[in-house]
Nanobody, 117 residues
Framework: QVQLVESGGGLVQPGGSLRLSCVVS????????MGWSRQVSGKERELVAT???????YYADSVKGRFTISRDYAKNTMYLQMNSLKPEDTGVYYC???????????WGQGTQVTVSS
């Protein structure tokens, strides 16, 4: 089993920055790609960024150039550096890990990000 715990959310003004963290525990060697998704109340969860086990990244068009996803294997942690935040970035951000077999997805409990003046 794999456990994911997010942190780093909060309230920030437009144009500000936040860094989200996702700590992985459990069967960490079974993990392949990881990523971040976000969800606004009443809307479907939206993919924000992903990073493969070899560091290949993907970003949604809405965050490209502003967000950076990274992994620190020594700390079993994935990050999402968010710069130039906009009100439309507001939502609950979820960490996701996929098994190497791609048959199982693991999710964290989510962390709230609010961008408002």
């Amino acid at each position: 089993q794999v456990q994911l715990v997010e942190s780093g959310g909060g309230l920030v003004q437009p144009g500000g920055s936040l860094r989200l963290s996702c700590v992985v525990s459990g069967s960490i060697f079974s993990i392949g790609a990881m990523g971040w998704s976000r969800q606004v109340s009443g809307k479907e969860r939206e993919l924000v960024a992903t990073i493969s086990s070899i560091g290949i990244t993907y970003y949604a068009d809405s965050v490209k150039g502003r967000f950076t996803i990274s992994r620190d294997y020594a700390k079993n942690t994935m990050y999402l550096q968010m710069n130039s935040l906009k009100p439309e970035d507001t939502g609950v951000y979820y960490c996701k890990a996929q098994s190497r077999s791609a048959l199982t997805d693991y999710w964290g409990q989510g962390t709230q990000v609010t961008v408002s003046s």
